[in-house]
């Protein structure tokens, strides 16, 4: 049984199922809150932002999961739609790693520290 790569138009079609998922399970949680629209209770955002909102988690998820199958890191229709539900906290999450790798200026760097060179 041979397994072929999924491709990114077929991962993105996944991810935004993913995403579709979670804006349907949000959007009822709310419906039930607001007992009716929730765009229409003072202090929720209005159906423009909302609609807005949701495009771009939609777009968020497809793109995740395009760029992960476009990159080999997942081959399954299941990692796909996973990555579209789990869009939001992948990103914070990448981000978050981005900023912890702080260099130092110079001045602060231990004794013989600002001498070495990050070379071989």
Known sequence: ??????GALEAASWGLLGGLIVE???????????RGRPWRRRGEPGFGPSLVA????????????????AGRQISGGFAALALGVTAPLV??????RAGTHEIP??????AGEADRSDGP
């Open 24 to 34: 349907v399970l949000e959007y009822s949680a709310a419906i039930r809150r607001s």
């Open 91 to 96: 990103v914070e999450k990448v981000l978050g």
């Open 1 to 6: 049984m041979s397994v072929e790569a999924m």
């Open 105 to 110: 200026p110079a001045d602060q760097l231990p």
């Open 54 to 69: 949701l495009l771009l988690r939609l777009a968020a998820g497809a793109g995740l999961a395009a760029a992960a199958a």
